[in-house]
């Protein structure tokens, strides 16, 4: 499968400022609520709000939003080694 022809991080980061905040949001919500529950479906999931992370980065303010919570979920993966047998 091929990443996006259009241009990529640079196209997302346009359709980012024409969706604006909310529309970005919404379209997160819809994507969780959507959500199957199933392994494949979160990680496809995932896939999915990274593209919207990398819309986000076109609104200053959103994109702090974002990589807070990025920056939350490094912390936590720490937390999940630690104490694991696997060496990071």
Do not use: P
């Amino acid at each position: 499968m091929s990443i996006c022809k259009n241009g990529g991080e640079h196209f997302l980061r346009k359709v980012g400022s024409v969706l604006g905040r909310e529309g970005m949001s919404q379209r997160v919500i819809e994507l969780v609520t959507r959500f199957d529950g199933s392994y494949k479906g979160a990680i496809e999931l995932a896939g999915a709000l990274k593209a919207i992370a990398i819309m986000a980065e076109a609104d200053t303010y959103w994109h702090e939003k974002m990589q807070r919570g990025y920056i939350n979920e490094i912390n936590r993966s720490h937390m999940l080694m630690e104490g694991s047998d696997v060496n990071v």
